[in-house]
């Protein structure tokens, strides 16, 4: 297989990768994507004070398989000492990465000084890298985005990882504020790219596959990370726009996004939680409102499985436009 490019001495096969997203890079989901071409998994970003607690709960979450390596585990807090803490105690999981989540916009996260909230102060990512990669027997990365609308300080905080030992920097290209409206700006994907040696991956705006290769070809960036495209068609990773992949093919990934979500969360919380990823599996705006009250109503999971196989045997065409 071709390498794309390293992460410090750790060579990645692939240039699209999941981004990692609260309630959607869990194992089920990101396990499937992984399978369909997903050049690594990034878990859903875990707080250090809940890993440094008595609660098992967080650890749920870097639940891997052998087949999904390369992973990295996300973490994300405000103080340096504990998030060192706590990538030392998730070490022993053995996960190939640690990755610090420098770009979460969500206001309980910033406000707190982690998350996006970490991109005010520079002193901190700069010590929280360094005592991470002087303790730590891995590779440190860090997702980031622009900044905050009055602080863009992506350039520096960029150069701040790399000098202290980070081996690799994603950035969402839009600002705190943004959240995920309004245009990823690519152009500052490019600068970060220019700025630095250690690989740079881009993420916002890529929801096609022609996509992928555009903003490589435009930011020269090592690989893409995708994010909301993926939730939408996960067959991305295989080199497939959603209009392309097979209504048999939605079928069995249907079948079996399920039956992974019963096997890691129980058969009612599967179930559940299935529920999200089948309203864009079945691109449900294509159905009748009745068939997608059926859809979404709470039942067993081989009622779910039939009525699914029922769904594409009569409106295979519908289902899939």
């Known amino acids: 297989m071709t390498v794309h490019f390293h992460i410090r001495d750790l060579p990645i096969h692939g240039d699209a990768l999941l981004a990692p997203m609260d309630g959607y890079s869990d194992w089920p989901f990101r396990s499937i994507c992984r399978g369909l071409g997903s050049a690594m998994s990034y878990t859903e970003f875990v707080d250090v004070q809940k890993i440094l607690s008595r609660s098992k709960r967080p650890l749920k979450k870097f ?17 340096p000492d504990e998030i060192l803490e706590a990538a030392l105690k998730v070490q022993e999981l053995r996960p190939d990465i640690i990755d610090i989540n420098m770009g979460c916009p969500a206001r309980t996260v910033a406000r707190r000084g982690a998350g996006v909230g970490m991109m005010k102060t520079p002193l901190k990512i700069a010590k929280t890298f360094r005592k991470l990669t002087a303790a730590l027997d891995i590779p440190v990365t860090g997702k980031m985005r622009l900044g905050w609308d009055d602080c863009r300080s992506y350039k520096l905080i960029a150069r701040i990882v790399e000098e202290n030992g980070g081996a690799l920097i994603a950035v969402h290209a839009r600002t705190k504020e943004q959240r995920y409206a309004g245009q990823a700006d690519w152009d500052a ?14 993420n916002g705006d890529v929801r096609t596959v022609a996509d992928i290769a555009r903003m490589k070809r435009y930011t020269h960036c090592d690989a893409v990370m995708i994010g909301r495209g993926a939730i939408v068609n996960p067959w991305i990773f295989a080199g497939l726009d959603r209009d392309q992949v097979p209504p048999d093919e939605v079928q069995r990934v249907v079948h079996e996004h399920l039956a992974r979500n019963i096997q890691f969360y129980g058969d009612a919380d599967g179930r559940r939680l299935f529920r999200k990823h089948a309203i864009q599996y079945l691109m449900m705006q294509s159905l009748s409102r009745e068939t997608r009250k059926q859809i979404l109503r709470e039942r067993p999971a081989e009622e779910f499985v039939g009525l699914v196989s029922a769904i594409y045997a009569a409106e295979k065409g519908m289902a899939v436009r």
């Open 63 to 79: 639940y891997f398989e052998e087949a999904e390596r390369p992973v990295a585990f996300q973490l994300y807090g405000d103080d």
């Open 189 to 202: 994907i490019a600068e970060v790219k220019s700025l630095v040696k250690i690989p740079v991956i881009g």
